[in-house]
C-alpha cells in the first residue's frame, strides 16, 4: 500500500491486475450483461482510483471500495443513458482468442444461470452478486449500499427466491 | 440452551450460512432444527444447490486491448506482458509491503518475504503452468494416482490388513537428506502386503512391533477418527509429544497427525464415511479433525501434496482443509492441495470447493477441471485446466456428403473432380481426364481466389476441389492453433496435390500445406518457392499432418514427429484463419486417382504445448 501511494506503476498493474475481474464481473453482472460498459466503467474505476489514491483509506480492504467506484460509475452511466429500464441482451465479452468458439462451447447451464441473474430485480440483483461472487459481508454491503443490514438480508432471500424459480429445472 | 428455531426462519438461516454471515450460534440452531425437520433439511439442501449452481457462470474480464490501454495511461512500461512481468514479479520477492501474512516453519527455510509482484494474464480461462507452485506436476499425478489405483466402495473402516493392494507407480528417485529428526529413507520397491518390511529400516525409536497391532503413542483414551492405508516408506503419526512410525492400518486418533517424508513416501488415511486422503511425498498433515463432534472434519495441511476423495458430507458439517495461505470447504468432491512454502494450489476434478485465500478472506469456487492458487500477490480465481479446446472436429460421417452448415464446398466447373462420402472418410476422386475442357478464367468461381494457382508458375492446376470452413480460428501467440488431419493417397503422382490450407480465399495471407507425390511443401502466397519441402513417400497409407500456428510462429509434424518449424510469414496480417482442404490436379493425369481425407480438427492448445512441439 506504502507503494500505492508512492505512486509505484508497478503496484498500479498488480492491484489492477488482481482486481480487474472483480470488477469486470460486478458491473457485467449489475448491468445485466453489458459487456462494453462493463469494460468502461473497469477501466475508468482504476485511473480514478490511481488519480485519487491518496483520498482513500487504503488500510481496508480495497473491494468494497473499488466496487462501490464501480457501482456509482454504473449508476451515472446508467441515468445518462436510461438503461436501468431494461437491461440489454446479453453479450458474454471473452478475449479475442475465445470469441469464435462462442457457438461451440454453449452450455445450456451457463446460458441458464446468466439468463436467470440478469432477470432479477436491480436491488435483489446487486445484493446478490456482492454476497455470491464478492464475498462481502452482509455489514459490508449494507454499508456499501447505504442500507440497512435487514434489507440486505431480505433481498438476498428474495433473489434466492426468484432464482429458485428460475432454475428449478436444475435444482 | 438454543433457542428453538421455527420453520420459517430456516431460509433466512440458511442464507447467512452460505453466504458467510451466519454466528456459531445461528449455525448450531440451524443445525439443531435441521436434525429433526424432515421438510426443512430438504429445503436447507435446495437452497444449496441453488447457491453452488449460481457458480456456474462463465467469468468475464477485460479485452486485452481495454487492459493495454488501461496500464499504459499509468505507466507506458506496465504493459500486461506475460512471461515478462512472471519474471520480474518473482526477482521483485523482496520488495514488497504487505498485508497479514501466516508464516510457516518449514525446512526447506522460506525467508518470509512479502509477496511477489507475480502477476496474472488477461484471459479468463486461459491455461497457465504453474510457473510460482514448485510442487511437481508429476507428484500431483502420482498423488491423485494413489487414490484412484484402489478406490473401494465407502465402507466402515476395518482395522484390516487384507486391503487391496496398491500398484504403485512411484517414481524411485535417489534419496535425500532431510533436514529433520528422521533420517533419511532409503528407497524400497514397491511394498507387497507386508507391512512390517518398509519400516524395519527406515526409522529409529522403534520398538519391536507385532504385525498387525498398533503401537500406542500415548492416545489410549482418544477416539479414532480415521486409519491409514497403504504406507510406504517413512510415514509418522505426529502427536504432540511424540513422532512415531506408522503403518498400514494404523489407526489415527483426535489431534493426531500424519507426517510423509521423503520422495516416493506415501500414505492414505481413510474416514470412516469412506473420505479418503492421499498424501504425497514430503507431506505434513496436522490436526485431522477438530475436536467436537457434529462440526465437520478439519483438516490442516502445512505442506505437501494430497489429493482426496470426500464423501457427501451432511450440509451441515462441510469438511474444511486449511492450509497456511488458504482455506478450502469441500462438500463431496475429488480434488488435489499442493502446498509450498508460499502457495496453496487446488486442483478440483470432481464437485466444486470453496476455497477462501488466508490473507484478506477473499474466496472462489473451484469447479470440476479448474484450479486456483491462493498466494501473495496472485489474483485468486479459478482458472481451466489445460486441455486442447477443440473448435472443430470433422470425421465425414454423415452421409451424403453433408458436411453441415459449417462448411463451403467447392470445385472448378467442368473439373470432373468429385468428393464421395466413403467408410467415414472424404474421398476425392480424380479421373484421368476433366469432364470437359475448363478455360482457365472461368474456372475461378465467384471472385474467389484460388492462390494455389498463382503458386506455381506455370498454372497447370486447373481443377480444385475443396472445403472450406465459414468460421474464422483465432491466432494467438498463448493458445496455439492446431490443424491437424488425415490424409490417404492412391498413387503417388506429381501432377496432383492435396493439401490443407489457411486463409486459402483471403488475398495475401495464404498458406498451404501440400502433398504432391513424395514430396510435402508448405507453400505461402507471394513466394515462388515453397517456404519448406521434404521428401517423405506415403502411397496407400494414411498419415497425419498437423500444422501449428501461433501469431508469428508455425510448425509442421508428420505422424507425430516436428519435420519444420518456422516463422509464421503473415503474422502481421492474419489475426484468424478459415482452413480448407481439398485437391488440385493437372490437366491430365496418367490415371484415375483418389485421395482421402479424414479426422479433421483444429483446435487450440497451450504455450507449452507448441514449445514441446517445436524444441
Redesign the interface.
Known amino acids: ?3 500505492v501511494k508512492a505512486g509505484d ?2 503496484a ?3 492491484i ?3 482486481f ?2 472483480g470488477v ?2 460486478y458491473v ?1 453482472r449489475l448491468s445485466g450483461g453489458n ?1 462494453a460498459l ?2 468502461d466503467i ?2 475508468q474505476v ?2 480514478n482510483f ?1 488519480l485519487h489514491r491518496n483520498e482513500y483509506d487504503l488500510e481496508k ?1 480495497l ?1 468494497p471500495l473499488l466496487l462501490t467506484m464501480a457501482r456509482n460509475a454504473w449508476v451515472n452511466a446508467a441515468k445518462r443513458e436510461s438503461l436501468r429500464k431494461s437491461p440489454p441482451p446479453l453479450e ?10 462462442r457457438q ?2 454453449h ?1 445450456e ?2 446460458t441458464a ?2 439468463k ?2 440478469a432477470s432479477l430485480d436491480e436491488p435483489v440483483r446487486e445484493v ?1 452478486v456482492l ?3 464478492h ?1 462481502l ?2 455489514s459490508q454491503i449494507a454499508e456499501m449500499l447505504g442500507i440497512s443490514i435487514k434489507t440486505v ?1 431480505a433481498r ?2 428474495r433473489g ?1 427466491q426468484d ?2 424459480r428460475h ?1 428449478k429445472d ?2 | 440452551m438454543l433457542n428453538k428455531v421455527k420453520c420459517e426462519e430456516v ?2 438461516l440458511t ?2 450460512a452460505i ?3 451466519a454466528t456459531a450460534q445461528d449455525e448450531e440452531s440451524l443445525r439443531e432444527h435441521l436434525s429433526l425437520c424432515t421438510a426443512c433439511a430438504q429445503r436447507d439442501a ?2 444449496r ?3 453452488n ?12 486491448e ?2 493495454r ?3 499504459s ?3 507506458p ?2 504493459l ?1 506482458r506475460r512471461r515478462g ?1 512472471w519474471a ?1 514479479g518473482a526477482a ?1 520477492a523482496a520488495m ?2 504487505v498485508t497479514s501474512v501466516i508464516l510457516l516453519t518449514l525446512p526447506s527455510s522460506q525467508n518470509p518475504a512479502p509477496p511477489t ?1 507475480a ?2 494474464p ?5 491455461p497457465q503452468k504453474a510457473e510460482v507452485v514448485q510442487i511437481d506436476e508429476t507428484e500431483k499425478t502420482r498423488v491423485d494416482q494413489i487414490l484412484t489405483d484402489a478406490t473401494p466402495e465407502p465402507q466402515p473402516v476395518q482395522v484390516a490388513p487384507e486391503r487391496r493392494e496398491p500398484a504403485p507407480d512411484v517414481v524411485k528417485p535417489a534419496p535425500e537428506p532431510k533436514p529433520e529428526p528422521v533420517p533419511a529413507v532409503a528407497q524400497k520397491p514397491p511394498a507387497p502386503a507386508d507391512k512390517t518390511a518398509p519400516l524395519a529400516s527406515e526409522t529409529k525409536p522403534e520398538p519391536a512391533k507385532a504385525p498387525d497391532a498398533a503401537p500406542e503413542p500415548a492416545r489410549p483414551t482418544l477416539p479414532t477418527v480415521a486409519v491409514l492405508d497403504r504406507v510406504e516408506g517413512a510415514v509418522l503419526l505426529v502427536a504432540s509429544d511424540a513422532r512415531v512410525a506408522a503403518k498400514s492400518g494404523q489407526e489415527i486418533a483426535w489431534e493426531q497427525g500424519v507426517e510423509v517424508v521423503g520422495l516416493g513416501s506415501q500414505a492414505v488415511v481413510e474416514y470412516v464415511d469412506g473420505t479418503r486422503l492421499a498424501l504425497g511425498a514430503d507431506t505434513q498433515v496436522l490436526q485431522l479433525t477438530e475436536r467436537k463432534a457434529g462440526t465437520g472434519k478439519r483438516v490442516h495441511m502445512s505442506r505437501g501434496v494430497l489429493a482426496a476423495q470426500v464423501a457427501k458430507q451432511p450440509a451441515t458439517e462441510t469438511m474444511v482443509f486449511t492450509t497456511p495461505h488458504a482455506e478450502a470447504r469441500i462438500m463431496g468432491t475429488r480434488f488435489t492441495l499442493s502446498v509450498t512454502g508460499t502457495t496453496t494450489r487446488i486442483d478440483v476434478k470432481e464437485g466444486r470447493v470453496r476455497f477462501v485465500r488466508k490473507d ?4 472462489v469456487e473451484v469447479g470440476p477441471n479448474q484450479y486456483a492458487v491462493s498466494g501473495k ?1 496472485i ?3 479459478p482458472k481451466t485446466v489445460a486441455g486442447p ?1 477443440v ?1 472443430l472436429k470433422e470425421q465425414f460421417e454423415r452421409p451424403n456428403l453433408k458436411w453441415g452448415p459449417g462448411w463451403v464446398q467447392g470445385t472448378d466447373a467442368g473439373s470432373g473432380l468429385r468428393f464421395a462420402n466413403e467408410n467415414g472418410a472424404l474421398s476425392l476422386r480424380v479421373p484421368q481426364k476433366p469432364a470437359s475442357q475448363p478455360a482457365p478464367a472461368e474456372a475461378r468461381s465467384k471472385g474467389l481466389v484460388d492462390v494455389s494457382r498463382k503458386l506455381v508458375s506455370k498454372g497447370d492446376w486447373v481443377r480444385s476441389i475443396w472445403i472450406e470452413t465459414k ?4 491466432l ?1 501467440n ?2 496455439p492453433l492446431r490443424i491437424r488431419a488425415r490424409l490417404w493417397q492412391s498413387h503417388s503422382d506429381d501432377k496432383r496435390i492435396s493439401w490443407v490450407a489457411l486463409n486459402r480465399t483471403v488475398a495475401g495471407q495464404s498458406l498451404l500445406l501440400e502433398r504432391r507425390g513424395s514430396l510435402l511443401q508448405l507453400w505461402a502466397e507471394g513466394n515462388n518457392a515453397p517456404l519448406w519441402q521434404k521428401e517423405v513417400p506415403a502411397t496407400q497409407e494414411w498419415e497425419t499432418l498437423e500444422l501449428w500456428v501461433t501469431k508469428d510462429q508455425l510448425a509442421v509434424r508428420r505422424n507425430d514427429l516436428t519435420l519444420h518449424v518456422g516463422a509464421f510469414p503473415f503474422g502481421g496480417k492474419s ?2 484463419v478459415q482452413i480448407s482442404l481439398g485437391g488440385s490436379a493437372n490437366l491430365e493425369l496418367p490415371q484415375e486417382e483418389e485421395a482421402r481425407f479424414d479426422d479433421v480438427e483444429a483446435a ?1 492448445l497451450s504455450r507449452a504445448d507448441f514449445e514441446d512441439v517445436i524444441k
Open positions: 500500500m506504502l507503494r506503476p508497478q498500479f498493474t498488480e489492477f491486475h488482481e480487474q475481474p469486470m464481473n457485467y459487456g462493463a469494460e473497469a477501466q482504476f485511473l490511481w480492504p473491494t458474454s465479452i471473452r478475449a479475442a482468442e475465445q470469441q469464435v468458439d461451440l462451447e452450455r447451464l451457463e444461470v446468466e436467470a441473474l446478490f454476497s455470491r461472487y464475498g459481508k452482509y438480508e438476498l432471500s434466492l432464482l429458485e432454475l436444475f435444482l | 431460509d433466512a442464507t447467512r453466504s458467510g454471515n435446495r437452497i444447490k441453488l447457491w449452481l449460481m457458480g456456474e457462470l462463465p467469468p468475464v474480464t477485460l479485452s486485452l481495454k487492459a490501454t488501461t496500464l495511461r499509468v505507466s512500461q506496465a500486461p512481468l520480474v521483485a514488497l509491503v509482484g502477476v496474472t488477461a484471459p479468463a480461462g486461459e484478506d478472506g477473499a474466496a500477490g489474483a485468486l480465481a479446446r473448435a468460421q474464422t480460428f483465432a494467438s498463448e493458445a489475426k484468424a487450440w
